[in-house]
């Protein structure tokens, strides 16, 4: 569905200290659009009612939510913290945006799946918008597994189901500084998002009022072994890493983790035009070029990396 509206002013829900939104923030000032990062914490509704009464946003940007630190493990234990921002006050931001008919792009989760008979590994049969969430593995998982179907039932929503984002960068909430790090790495092809290529895409699609699901990836499949060995291959030649099995893995989590391939027919059906989105692969070999050029003009490459990226 979609409901082509004027964007002369997007509010953004956790663009102030979010990393999804402060990206967004920052686009949207590059664009020229009015944009306002958001006062109001989500879970209080009524003060959230009158920011969105003073401010009148044309459209929404929503990537508030908990998703614990260092990792959605600190869900496990904040169950009522984690339930009243990632299921009461996403609803109130979709529900008082649409008694105000303001457009809103929620920034929503694809790891709500996991690998089954239907769609397995290795299979190129990935879970569609239609399918219904299989994962709940992780209490993060299951908020976000709650909210989709409630989502969908809001005319004004454009649902984005992210997964494993990537910058530019070696930010903390990055998939590959959070991989980098890890003593040992499963070795899963998985879904992903290239935020360098997909943030522009999701403005795009707000501009152009779609509503709905939509699997918020590149196209195919990636292996965490494919990813470093392309991080070796731009940013640390002396880089090693070791692979252990799911069964290992969980071993030292709370909380499992979800793998799966999404779809993304529908959503290379609907983009707008002139919107650049490439196949996982290429997306990546690209984002480690800009990754190299960013760290070196940081000073970080060839040779002074951080203690904790360097591999001993």
Known sequence: MSSEKPMTKVLIFGGK?????????????????????????????????????EVKPSHVLMSAGITGRPNIDWCEDHKPETIRVNVIGTLNVADLCNERDIHVTVYATGCIF????????????????????????????????????????????????????????????????????????????????????????????????????????????????????????????????????IEEQAKILKAARSNNELDTTKLMKDMPEGVEINEIHKAYELCFQRMKENLTKMGWLPDNMPAEFVRK
């Not at 200290?17 to 879970?43: F, L, P, S, Y």
């Not at 219904?132 to 976000?144: I, L, M, R």
């Not at 984005?160 to 092809?189: A, C, G, Q, W």
């Open 114 to 245: 996991a690998y089954d008979e239907k769609h397995q590994l290795g299979s190129g049969v990935g879970f569609t918008e239609e399918d219904v969430p299989n994962f709940d593995g992780s209490f993060y998982s299951k908020t976000k597994g709650y909210m989709e179907p409630l989502l969908k039932n809001y005319p004004n929503c454009l649902i984005l189901r992210v997964r494993m984002p990537v910058s530019d960068d070696l930010f903390h909430r990055n998939f590959v500084t959070k991989i980098v790090k890890y003593e040992r790495v499963v070795n899963i092809p998985n879904s992903m998002t290239i935020l360098h290529e997909m943030l522009p895409a999701s403005l795009a699609m707000a501009k152009k009022g779609l509503t709905g699901v939509y699997n918020f990836t590149n196209p195919g499949v990636i292996s965490h072994n494919e990813v470093l060995d392309l991080y070796k291959k731009y940013i640390d030649p002396t880089y090693t890493y070791k692979n252990f099995t």
């Open 17 to 53: 200290t979010g990393w999804i939104g402060g990206q967004m923030h920052d686009m949207c000032k590059e664009k020229g659009i009015e944009v306002v990062n958001a006062e109001t914490r989500i879970e209080n509704r009524e003060s959230l009612a009158k920011e969105l009464d």
